[in-house]
Every structure is written in structure tokens, then in C-alpha cells.
Nanobody, 124 residues
Framework: QVQLVESGGGLVQAGGSLRLSCAAS????????MGWFRQAPGKEREFVAA????????YYADSVKGRFTISKDNAKNTGYLQMNSLKPEDTAVYYC?????????????????WGQGTQVTVSS
């Protein structure tokens, strides 16, 4: 079993930055691909970014490409999502997720473990 705990959410003005963290326990983190997803009120959960188990391969949704950076520190069993140039449309609950496999996926149903979510609110 894997437990994921997100932190770092909050309220920020448009153009600002936040860094989300996802602390993992219960499994060798280097064996797990990690993803970040978000869900805004009244909308479905959507893919934001993903990183392979090794940390070498990264993937982003078009809406965040060039503004967000995903990374992971396998020694600390922690993943990160650096969010810059935030926009009001980035407002959502952000979830980190982990797979049992090293290979990334864009699809929420491919992820086996989920955190509880952290709220990000971007004011205009």
C-alpha cells in the first residue's frame, strides 16, 4: 500500500507561483510513475502532468506546458509540481497519484494510489 500526502496549495494572485509537494510512503518511489491531476468545481478531473519512475520522462497538458514543471526526488520519496504564471483558470483541487509501474499515463484510471488533494485558488 502507498500513502500520498499533498501540501503547498493556497491562494495566489494571477501571475504568481506555488509549489505543490506529494510525500509518499509505503513503496519504493523510484518504481512508481507519478502524476498530477486537477478538478475544478463542476468539471471532470483532468490530467496536468506526469513523470516516469526514474524521473527522466515528463509529460504535460497543453494548458500548463511552459508554466508548470513536474519533478520527483526518489531519495526523499517526494514529488513536486512547480506552478508559475498562474491563471484564474488554474483554480482547482490538485491531486497527486502514483502507479505501480514506472511508465507514465495520461489517464486517471491507470493510477493506483491517490492523495487527498490540495486546493489551489488563483485570484484575478
Amino acid at each position: 500500500q502507498v500513502q500520498l500526502v499533498e501540501s503547498g496549495g493556497g491562494l495566489v494572485q494571477a501571475g504568481g507561483s506555488l509549489r505543490l509537494s506529494c510525500a509518499a510512503s509505503g513503496r519504493t518511489f523510484s518504481s512508481s510513475a507519478m502524476g498530477w491531476f486537477r478538478q475544478a468545481p463542476g468539471k471532470e478531473r483532468e490530467f496536468v502532468a506526469a513523470i516516469s519512475g526514474s524521473g527522466i520522462s515528463t509529460y504535460y497538458a497543453d494548458s500548463v506546458k511552459g508554466r508548470f514543471t513536474i519533478s520527483k526526488d526518489n531519495a526523499k520519496n517526494t514529488g513536486y509540481l512547480q506552478m508559475n504564471s498562474l491563471k484564474p483558470e488554474d483554480t482547482a483541487v490538485y491531486y497527486c497519484a502514483a502507479r505501480k509501474w514506472r511508465i507514465v499515463s495520461y489517464y486517471a484510471y491507470d493510477y493506483d494510489y491517490w492523495g487527498q488533494g490540495t486546493q489551489v485558488t488563483v485570484s484575478s
